[in-house]
């Protein structure tokens, strides 16, 4: 549920804190006050898309927080836990910064939260239904899922959309099968041939070998380097192994008289070392050279294998042994392919998996279709439709989709005698307004939400009606927190809860929400319903509605 709300320079709000009670709460005020203010920033907190607008004049960013309560074990509980958001105090604080610039932030309980992270913590808090919603009914799919939802089969629905999905990718399985069959076996026999040729020379190393190749190809040159550098490191009379070693004796004795002198001491000494052991690793380097020329004739032999092969296969020497692999796998992978009678019958098997979910869920549609229709008919005929019918149509599809066997349509009739139709082609304007309103009402019956926002749902209608409404939002806030912008007097009578808000005339201009007492309230009822200048019959009026709010109580 949503306690409170704050908004720091969020639109027309400068600094406005307010606490949301429970049940059926409304917003009121003129036109231009701001009514929208609440529902904007509560949808920025959710993770929908904001504007550098909703930063109040002047100011460089706009700041709102929403807390919301919650309860053990829900779905809401669930997601803070598996995101290890949790905590003790039992709320969820979602807070979103709007920069000027158009950047934003976002946190979820004190750590930095992505858009997608609010949303999806969004759709398990808050249910909106919009005054556009009505826009839906005509759309082909919504009768569908309004009675899926409705009824709960979204799960029979998503099993009849993997079990198609599967026949699906069945049938392209077996068609490649097919397609690939002519090739198969001529590309295995290819690649046969092409391991065959490489099997022997991919178990030497490229690299090994050409290396080889060049150091017997340099042989002489090699020996003759080697020659004179180990007898300038030890054999010639003045060689560098004497000449270091007189260099440190000199120095030895002058090493303790210097901290920089006793450093290059020590240099030298490892300096020495390293040559006494790069020499004696060069004599026994020239110890076991020899030069064989058949062997070199072997390696030039392996190596014009490798380049005839590389060229023969647009290759590179030492890329060989990889082209060979791949051959490997790509030819087991041939091997291991099913043959297309086997898929065959994978593909029937998944057909029949399909048949049988969707023919279930077509069932329970149409079991599901006859009650919720004649809900929906006494439920619409309340809002002064007195010979309102309502029937689900299942028309078969010419082909099987993975939204089961049959179009769904919700027909329609406003008149005694007269057949149901389609609702699109003889609803009217007014007539759709009530029918989404309480298919609405319906759905929110259901929604595991704690929290339904309606804006301006009640457009279109007026008096005996727009009570009926607010009975109908009255009683569904006894077990969901409802939010609901209206303009009626009649649906606001009814509410839990009444926030006014109020256009201030500062420089910049700017919103607050007032929490209505009960004088206040009957103030504004009459407002609504009398306009400006207000009466002793207007009051009356107001009063009357609200003593009708605890009659029905």
Same mark, same amino acid.
């Given at each position: 549920m949503l306690t409170h709300l704050n908004l720091i320079n969020f639109a027309l709000a400068d600094n406005l804190a307010i606490d949301i009670e429970q049940g059926f709460n409304v917003l009121t005020g003129e036109t231009g006050a701001g009514k929208s203010l609440l529902l904007d920033a509560l949808s920025a907190c959710l993770g929908e898309r904001t504007d550098t607008n909703y930063v109040r004049y002047g100011s460089e960013k706009a700041d709102i927080t929403a807390i919301f309560s919650y309860k053990e074990k829900s779905a809401e509980a669930e997601w803070l836990k598996n995101h290890e958001l949790d905590d003790e105090s039992g709320e969820i604080h979602l807070r979103r910064v709007i920069f000027a610039t158009g950047r934003s932030k976002a946190w979820i309980n004190g750590r930095p939260s992505s858009l997608s992270e609010l949303k999806e913590i969004g759709r398990l808090l808050v249910q909106l239904y919009s005054q556009h919603s009505q826009q839906q009914l005509l759309e082909p799919p919504y009768p569908k899922h309004w009675l899926d939802r409705y009824s709960n089969f979204a799960q029979p629905a998503q099993d009849v959309r993997d079990a198609y999905s599967t026949w699906q990718k069945n049938i392209r399985m077996h068609q490649a099968a097919i397609d690939a069959q002519t090739n198969r076996i001529q590309r295995i026999d290819t690649l046969k041939l092409q391991l065959e040729e490489l099997e022997d020379i991919v178990r030497i190393d490229y690299k090994d070998i050409e290396q080889e190749f060049d150091r017997l190809s340099h042989h002489e040159h090699?020996?003759?380097?080697?020659?004179?550098? *180990?007898?300038?490191?030890?054999?010639?009379?003045?060689? *560098?192994?004497?000449?270091?070693?007189?260099?440190?004796? &000199?120095?030895?004795? /002058?090493?303790?008289? @210097?901290?920089?002198?006793? !450093? *290059?001491?020590? @240099?030298?000494?490892? #300096?020495?070392?390293?040559?006494?052991? #790069?020499?004696?690793? $060069?004599?026994?380097?020239?110890?076991?050279?020899?030069?064989? %020329?058949?062997?070199?004739?072997?390696?030039?032999?392996?190596?014009?294998?490798? /380049? &005839?092969?590389?060229?023969?296969?647009?290759? +590179? %020497? !030492? $890329? =060989?042994?990889?082209?060979y692999e791949l051959w490997q796998q790509e030819l087991e992978q041939l091997h291991q392919l099913e043959d297309p009678e086997t898929l065959a019958e994978q593909v029937e098997l998944s057909h029949q998996v399909f048949l049988e979910k969707a023919q279930h869920?077509?069932?329970? &549609? &149409?079991? #599901?279709?006859?009650?919720? #229709?004649? +809900?929906?008919?006494?439920?619409?005929?309340? $809002?002064?439709?007195?010979?309102?019918?309502?029937?689900?149509?299942?028309?078969? =599809?010419?082909?099987?989709?993975?939204?089961g066997f049959s179009f769904i349509q919700l027909l329609f009739t406003a008149n005694k005698g007269i057949p149901a139709q389609p609702l699109a082609r003889v609803a009217s304007g007014g007539e759709l307004s009530r029918i989404a309103l309480v298919m609405q009402v319906m759905n929110a019956e259901k929604t595991e939400s704690e929290v339904l926002v309606f804006d301006e749902i009640d457009v279109g209608i007026s008096g005996g009606t727009a009570e009926i409404v607010g009975r109908l939002l009255t009683g569904l806030g006894q077990h969901v927190q409802i939010l609901c912008i209206t303009h009626q007097a009649q649906v606001a009578a009814q509410s839990d809860q009444h926030l006014l808000v109020k256009k201030q005339q500062t420089d910049p201009a700017s919103s607050t929400i007032l929490n209505l007492e009960e004088d206040q309230r009957i103030l504004e009822l009459a407002r609504m319903t009398g306009g400006v200048e207000i009466s002793e019959t207007t009051l009356q009026h107001a009063k009357q509605l609200r003593q009708l709010k605890f009659q029905h109580n």
């Amino acid at each position: 549920m949503l306690t409170h709300l704050n908004l720091i320079n969020f639109a027309l709000a400068d600094n406005l804190a307010i606490d949301i009670e429970q049940g059926f709460n409304v917003l009121t005020g003129e036109t231009g006050a701001g009514k929208s203010l609440l529902l904007d920033a509560l949808s920025a907190c959710l993770g929908e898309r904001t504007d550098t607008n909703y930063v109040r004049y002047g100011s460089e960013k706009a700041d709102i927080t929403a807390i919301f309560s919650y309860k053990e074990k829900s779905a809401e509980a669930e997601w803070l836990k598996n995101h290890e958001l949790d905590d003790e105090s039992g709320e969820i604080h979602l807070r979103r910064v709007i920069f000027a610039t158009g950047r934003s932030k976002a946190w979820i309980n004190g750590r930095p939260s992505s858009l997608s992270e609010l949303k999806e913590i969004g759709r398990l808090l808050v249910q909106l239904y919009s005054q556009h919603s009505q826009q839906q009914l005509l759309e082909p799919p919504y009768p569908k899922h309004w009675l899926d939802r409705y009824s709960n089969f979204a799960q029979p629905a998503q099993d009849v959309r993997d079990a198609y999905s599967t026949w699906q990718k069945n049938i392209r399985m077996h068609q490649a099968a097919i397609d690939a069959q002519t090739n198969r076996i001529q590309r295995i026999d290819t690649l046969k041939l092409q391991l065959e040729e490489l099997e022997d020379i991919v178990r030497i190393d490229y690299k090994d070998i050409e290396q080889e190749f060049d150091r017997l190809s340099h042989h002489e040159h090699i020996m003759q380097d080697c020659s004179y550098s *180990i007898n300038a490191l030890d054999e010639s009379e003045q060689n *560098i192994s004497q000449e270091i070693a007189s260099i440190i004796r &000199r120095l030895e004795s /002058h090493a303790g008289r @210097s901290d920089l002198l006793s !450093e *290059i001491y020590t @240099s030298l000494l490892n #300096a020495q070392s390293e040559l006494e052991d #790069a020499t004696a690793n $060069l004599r026994q380097f020239i110890d076991r050279q020899s030069f064989d %020329p058949d062997r070199m004739d072997e390696l030039n032999s392996q190596l014009e294998i490798f /380049h &005839r092969l590389a060229r023969k296969y647009r290759s +590179q %020497p !030492e $890329l =060989l042994k990889e082209q060979y692999e791949l051959w490997q796998q790509e030819l087991e992978q041939l091997h291991q392919l099913e043959d297309p009678e086997t898929l065959a019958e994978q593909v029937e098997l998944s057909h029949q998996v399909f048949l049988e979910k969707a023919q279930h869920l077509d069932n329970i &549609r &149409r079991e #599901a279709a006859i009650p919720l #229709a004649t +809900q929906l008919t006494e439920q619409v005929k309340m $809002l002064a439709l007195p010979e309102a019918y309502f029937e689900f149509k299942f028309e078969p =599809l010419e082909q099987v989709s993975a939204e089961g066997f049959s179009f769904i349509q919700l027909l329609f009739t406003a008149n005694k005698g007269i057949p149901a139709q389609p609702l699109a082609r003889v609803a009217s304007g007014g007539e759709l307004s009530r029918i989404a309103l309480v298919m609405q009402v319906m759905n929110a019956e259901k929604t595991e939400s704690e929290v339904l926002v309606f804006d301006e749902i009640d457009v279109g209608i007026s008096g005996g009606t727009a009570e009926i409404v607010g009975r109908l939002l009255t009683g569904l806030g006894q077990h969901v927190q409802i939010l609901c912008i209206t303009h009626q007097a009649q649906v606001a009578a009814q509410s839990d809860q009444h926030l006014l808000v109020k256009k201030q005339q500062t420089d910049p201009a700017s919103s607050t929400i007032l929490n209505l007492e009960e004088d206040q309230r009957i103030l504004e009822l009459a407002r609504m319903t009398g306009g400006v200048e207000i009466s002793e019959t207007t009051l009356q009026h107001a009063k009357q509605l609200r003593q009708l709010k605890f009659q029905h109580n």
